[in-house]
């Protein structure tokens, strides 16, 4: 790559370590879930516990993974150390946060480069819904709570 190519943003040291911005060649539009869950998805978040939620990886590099979340704070990023680890430039080191107050789920974005969406919406903080997509970077995920704290659930 010749340096008209390439020129490190102001400040940073060249390592490579960096977030890419989205171009314009990538679709940026909210497409909502409309496809049926997979029997063994439908198992899994029927077998979540009282404050547990799940994430279903529905498109990006990891399509098919599912992550839980069972504790009151579940980091996201590029990190190696987040909790949910998302290899992909297109996610920032330390891009979102999902906080758990008993049965709500709130994810708050972490001053992401590329930011983190809720339903198609770009947001600082969200209160995740049954069924709400999530965008981070490339990955698309659905947000799932447990059956047995949804509204009309018998106690």
Request: net charge negative.
């Amino acid at each position: 790559m010749t340096d008209a190519q390439y020129r490190p943003a102001a400040g940073h040291d060249g390592s490579g370590d960096t977030t890419q911005t989205f171009g314009h060649e990538v679709d940026l539009s909210f497409v909502p879930f409309a496809g049926e869950l997979s029997p063994v998805e439908l198992e899994a978040v029927g077998a979540l516990p009282s404050g547990a939620a799940l994430l279903l990886v529905r498109s990006g590099p990891t399509a098919g993974a599912r992550y839980l979340l069972d504790t009151d704070v579940t980091t996201a990023g590029r990190h190696p150390e987040a909790a949910i680890f998302l290899d992909d430039v297109t996610v920032s080191r330390r891009h979102a946060e999902i906080t758990r107050d008993r049965t709500v789920f709130e994810i708050i974005d972490q001053r992401s480069l590329n930011g983190t969406y809720v339903d198609g919406d770009r947001v600082d903080r969200a209160v995740l819904r049954n069924g709400a997509e999530v965008r981070i970077g490339k990955f698309r995920f659905n947000f799932f709570a447990s059956p047995r704290d949804l509204p009309g659930a018998g106690a």
